[in-house]
């Protein structure tokens, strides 16, 4: 009986946490238009400490599992082997780790880069969930010159929280004052 303990024990521990899909983008991408959810994506490397807290810390959290494996396909990706360089020059991932939010038919809805608490990594799995002030939406918006001020500056935090170069949409700002 107390070797059935463990056992149940062991298997118990191992489903904990946010459970990442195995299987390249093409498959991921299948599931989430199966499933009506979209790709949340963990692009991490192997040396990045902030990418190892995430690890430990937080996608082990049970209001993250809850959270992120009810509302997404959840996978992980090294950004510097296998697919995970294709995405990474796809998606423009510049820094890690950083979280990529994906639709079904492989547009990126939002990204964020870092380490994050509990409660901001679940506040970002809900901003992906409101597509309108999400990063593509600001995105769009401000290619087709369509952006407010204060929401220029939303768009300039966004791009400069997952490393993203800033020069032309400060400008675009600056312009505006």
Known sequence: AVTLLVCISGYAQEEKGIHFESGTLT????????????VFIDGYTTWCGPCK?????????DTVALFYNSHFICAEFDMEKGEGIELAKKYEVKCYPTFLFIDANGKLIHRKSGAMQVKQFVAL???ALHPADCFSALEDRYTKGKLSSEELIAYINMRRATCLNTDAELNAYFKTQ
């Open 125 to 127: 799995g809900n901003e």
């Open 27 to 38: 498959q991921l991408l299948i599931k989430a238009k199966k499933e009506h959810k979209l």
């Open 53 to 61: 807290r995430m690890a430990k810390n937080i996608f082990p959290n």
